[in-house]
């Protein structure tokens, strides 16, 4: 398997204008997770799809972030409009189940919004 | 929720040197513990985890130890090198959750 696959990887923008980051989970993976990392705040958790069911959504920021699970092998997070402060890179990860432990992630996208 | 507290958030050592980083965590049902290790510009990848049947888990030079009792645990990395060079995450994850919930991470590096 090719692992978690992210795209864009690197994505440069201007303010207001619609981003949208895409994940591939790895097949069979039942879980998936968006993280946003920055310095000052770490990784933190943005929402969670289980079974395609978004289960937690509390850690989006606010309205403008906005994400979908269409079917098990595709994922994407959207911001609409960007600010500066969105700048940061998005993981997407994938577990295979809530017996299993290891979080893979993707290699991410780093957002800079002008 | 869970609150898991991570120290230092940087450590300088010498090649050859061992180093030390610790996780407190505060939900007494968190049963499983991971590391992850993030190198420049890469994704964070798992290097151990333990569980809280388990006092003390090996892998060559790594090594990670959980205190249920006291609820921290720690990743011991002996004989460092350059490559160890990285930002060390510790997370905790109660039964049952699909969500870990991670420390700030601690930036670890290696002088050759």
């Known amino acids: 398997d090719a692992g978690v696959i992210q795209s864009p990887r690197h994505e440069v923008t201007e303010m207001g204008q619609e981003v949208t980051l895409r994940c591939k989970p790895i097949?069979?993976?039942?879980?998936l997770f968006w993280y946003r990392q920055t310095m000052m705040r770490g990784l933190e958790l943005l929402i969670y799809?289980?079974?395609?069911?978004?289960?937690?959504d509390s850690g989006m920021p606010e309205d403008r972030f906005s994400a979908k699970m269409p079917n098990a092998s595709f994922s994407t997070l959207k911001i609409q409009p960007s600010e500066p402060r969105d700048s940061a890179v998005y993981f997407c990860?994938?577990?295979?189940?809530?017996?299993?432990?290891?979080?893979?992630f993707g290699e991410g996208s780093r957002l800079t919004v002008l | 929720g869970e609150n898991v507290e991570q120290h230092p958030s940087t450590l300088s050592v010498q090649e050859g040197d061992s180093a030390v980083i610790k996780c407190t965590y505060s939900?007494?049902?968190?049963?499983?513990f991971p590391w992850y290790k993030q190198e420049l510009g890469k994704r964070p990848q798992l290097i151990i985890d333990?569980?809280?049947?388990?006092g003390e888990k090996k892998d060559q030079r790594i090594a990670v130890t959980l205190n249920k009792t006291a609820k921290h645990f720690s990743l011991h990395i002996t004989e460092t090198q350059p490559e160890d060079s990285a930002v060390y995450f510790c997370?905790?994850?109660?039964?049952?959750?699909?969500?870990?919930?991670f420390g700030r991470g601690t930036s670890l590096i290696v002088h050759p």
């Open positions: 990860a994938t577990l295979a189940g809530v017996n299993t432990g290891e979080l893979f």
């Open positions: 097949s069979g993976h039942n879980s």
């Open positions: 799809f289980n079974n395609n069911v978004p289960i937690d």
């Open positions: 939900d007494s049902a968190s049963n499983y």
């Open positions: 333990i569980r809280s049947n388990v």
């Open positions: 997370a905790a994850r109660r039964g049952g959750s699909y969500i870990p919930t």
